[in-house]
């Protein structure tokens, strides 16, 4: 078995795509935060670069030559080594555009970050992958419970397929520098402390969220998974599941999957509202445990905010650009 993660060092200075997405916008504060220097990227339509708080560029990550500037410290008033990468940026979600302009999108920004980190010498990548690599919606049932990482991608979407294919990908790139220390965090759906309000509603109907299993990831759990990330330094390709510890749901999550999904192996005892997106990998091997749940800020009977509970600043918004 793998050894767990050791308590590395972090890199000093990180570029994150996708900064002024909702999970963006959180794991560059919390790097900030940690001491790491940041170099915020993104691609904001008429955005003043000095309108944004920190050192910011804007970059179009399907233009390979922007990228390249961008990793290898070219770029006027940005120049300095890059160590590492976080690569959040994307169309997030199907849907959203057609779905050849998303996979044109997505291929291609992820294969310019991925080409340009190896050009440059970055031996650290970290990227988001996806959830519904695991076959969302399920409305093919998932093949057991609680989910996890060892059983093969089952892309459902043009958007899924695509982060399929990123997840080939690093492998390729990792077989091609030996050095290379590529992690991928399939997140599950980001929520901000402000989109807990609604969570007591999702009693009403066990289907409606039955797409994730009733899974979600905090902003904040999220930008904590990358720091873990950070450190991890084994070479090669790993993705990881990355969720919240419990379910969107105040049922327990035995009597969702007896009531939704009554023909599939349910592999151990459950607790209460414990995920179904299993995060025992990331637990294992990166050190990642969560902090949050909504249950913190919203009272699950949906009598309103927990008192005390502190806001995340930001409106609602994607996992990258």
């Known amino acids: 078995m793998t ?28 790097l900030r935060r940690v001491g790491v220097d940041v170099l915020a990227v993104d691609r904001t339509g008429g955005r003043d670069p000095r309108d944004v708080a920190g050192e910011f560029l804007l970059v179009d990550l399907t233009d390979y030559g922007q990228v390249v500037e961008a990793l290898t410290g070219a770029a006027d008033e940005h120049a300095g080594r890059i ?60 093949p057991y419970a609680p989910v996890d990482e060892e059983y093969p991608p089952r892309p459902e979407s043009t958007y899924s397929l695509n982060k399929a294919l990123e997840e080939e990908m690093a492998r390729h ?41 009733w899974g979600y990831i905090d902003a904040r759990d999220g930008a904590q998974a990358v720091e873990r990330a950070l450190r991890y330094d084994r070479p090669g390709a790993e993705v990881f599941i990355i969720a919240n510890a419990d379910t969107v749901m105040s049922r327990s999550s035995a ?24 995060i025992d990998k990331a637990r294992r091997l990166l050190g990642y445990q969560p902090r949050h749940s909504w ?27």
């Not at 023909?263 to 151990?268: I, K, M, P, T, Y």
């Not at 249950?295 to 650009?321: C, I, K, L, Q």
Request: hydrophobic content about 45%.
């Open 3 to 30: 050894e767990p993660l050791r308590d590395n060092a972090l890199p000093r200075r990180v570029v994150v795509t996708g900064a002024a997405g909702k999970l963006g916008r959180a794991v560059v504060a919390h």
């Open 83 to 142: 160590d590492a990468v976080v690569h959040l940026a994307a169309v997030p979600a199907p849907g959203l555009l057609p779905n050849a302009t998303t996979f044109a999108n997505n291929s291609a920004a992820t294969y310019h970050v991925f080409a340009a980190a190896r050009a440059a010498g970055i031996k650290r990548v970290v990227w988001a992958s996806s959830e519904t690599v695991l076959g969302l919606p399920f409305d093919t049932p998932p």
């Open 173 to 213: 790139f990792s077989r091609w520098d030996p050095e290379l220390v590529l992690v991928g965090l399939r997140f599950s759906n980001v929520m901000g402390v402000e989109d807990y309000a609604q969570f007591p509603s999702f009693d009403a109907d066990p289907r409606l969220r039955r797409w994730n299993l």
């Open 255 to 278: 009597s969702l999957m007896a009531e939704v999904y009554p023909g599939v192996e349910v592999r151990r005892e459950l607790g209460e509202h414990e995920t179904l997106l299993s």
């Open 295 to 321: 249950r913190d800020h919203v009272d699950p009977a949906g009598r309103g905010r927990t008192p005390g509970a502190d806001p995340v600043s930001g409106a609602s918004g994607s996992v990258g650009a």
